[in-house]
């Protein structure tokens, strides 16, 4: 069956996600691609609900389609002069990089397509259904992976990302400051 | 039909978007917002092979899915992702304070 109700979201969304980034690189007005910016944030949640990663998604909601774009509009805001200012918003270089990024596309298109592990998995597919039969994404599962001090966890690499993020916010504060 | 290749192609799409805009644009703040976009297009595809090996075997026999390492990537990756922003925007706001501009083409500081 070519359209089940899993393909018809998925294609909407995904139709959604690639709109919303082409909007975020064109589009003139700056304030419209951070507009632009949550709408993918908040479809690529979308997508992790799709894939039966609901832990993901909700953090994605909050981190990115709640701080990270409030931080870009605000930065925005405390640099309007600059940013609505006249001229193409583009370099001179701009169809290099589009060259560039043409070929890296096409690239991993044809490698993903081509490849011995895409091959193997296509005929078993995503199984978008039957994986949330596994309580694959459960918040439990991840949290046990997370933090657990006996079996095999991530636990020390999430201790360094707290580090990292006491230091993130740290720098920013002392780089942001006013004399 | 939606299968792993799906979710590879969509996230090998939206990391080609935002690389060109990473390239191309000159205002710091907009080249701030296409990293983002390429980073949640590795996140989709880290997501997406967790997903897809959930409960399947390698040759061994040992299961490849069951530690869900694709999600736990993406946890750390958004963790960076949300560092990273706030630390580039302090520099961008310290930076339009200091020379009135936000413009990559001007900002030649420390260009040799």
Request: with cysteine; hydrophobic share 60%; proline share 2%.
């Amino acid at each position: 069956m070519p359209f089940d109700l899993a393909s018809i979201v998925f294609y909407l969304i995904a139709f959604v996600l690639v709109g919303a980034s082409l909007a975020v690189v064109l589009m003139r007005n700056i304030v419209h691609a951070a507009l632009s910016l949550a709408l993918v944030f908040g479809a690529a949640a979308g997508v992790y609900v799709l894939l039966n990663a609901e832990f993901i998604a909700i953090v994605q909601i909050l981190i990115y389609a709640g701080a990270v774009t409030v931080l870009v509009l605000f930065s925005i805001m405390l640099t309007q002069g600059a940013a609505t200012r006249a001229g193409s918003p583009f370099s001179g270089q701009w169809w290099l990089a589009g060259l560039i990024c043409v070929v890296l596309c096409a690239g991993v298109i044809y490698a993903a397509a081509s490849s011995q592990l895409a091959l193997t998995t296509a005929s078993g597919s995503v199984n978008l259904a039957a994986a949330s039969a596994q309580d694959g994404g459960s918040p439990v599962k991840i949290g046990q992976l997370l933090y657990s001090p006996f079996n095999y966890s991530y636990v020390l690499p999430f201790e360094i990302a707290s580090v990292l993020l006491l230091v993130a916010i740290v720098g920013a504060i002392v780089i942001a400051r006013e004399e | 039909m939606v299968n792993l290749n799906s979710f590879l192609i969509l996230g090998a799409l939206m990391f080609a978007i935002g690389l060109f805009g990473a390239l191309s644009k000159r205002n710091a703040v907009a080249i701030l917002m296409s990293i983002e976009i390429m980073l949640n297009a590795v996140n989709i595809t880290m997501v997406a092979f967790a997903s897809a090996f959930i409960g399947k075997s390698d040759a061994v026999g040992i299961p490849v899915g069951s530690r869900l390492t694709g999600q736990i990537f993406a946890v750390f990756i958004i963790t960076v992702a949300a560092a990273e922003a706030a630390v580039a925007l302090a520099i961008i706001i310290g930076i339009y304070r200091r020379i009135s501009t936000v413009d990559v083409g001007e900002i030649n500081l420390m260009k040799w």
